[in-house]
């Protein structure tokens, strides 16, 4: 066991090594900008808009929620059963685990699903988890998002650079 933990865990951080710190995205047009504000929904799905908020939820010292959520979405696109158990044992070390610096605020309800759900894991183990993140996200970071100065800047930025060209 202690070998295998020892192998596993130079593997599991070069993994996360790996991962950007931003998703890579084209530059938001204003009508994109602008429609962040009338849904959660339109900013989650757009990766700029996710890396901005992102970039918010790090000034509020939440940035872990989206990094939680953006591994599950990640976990949903796997097939492999071994990835799978994988990437459902780092997400659950990183971000479930009560022992985790980037542990997300669950329900105990959500944990002790998680807690089962652990023992044959699924590329949907952490679906109930996520949604709550999401919601916690929707409801409460998000309206500070849209009055905060990092989305105000943004769209004033490409506002202008719109009505220059």
Known sequence: NENRE??????????????????????PTPEEVRGWAQSFDKLMKSPAGRNVFREFLRTEYSEENMLFWLACEELKTECNKHTIDEKARMIYEDYISILSPKEVSLDSRVREVINRKMQEPSSHTFDDAQLQIYTLMHRDSYPRFLNSAIYKSLLQSVSRSSSES
């Open 6 to 27: 020892r192998a596993w865990r130079p593997s599991r951080e070069t993994k996360l090594e790996t991962i950007p710190n931003c998703e890579a995205c084209a530059k």
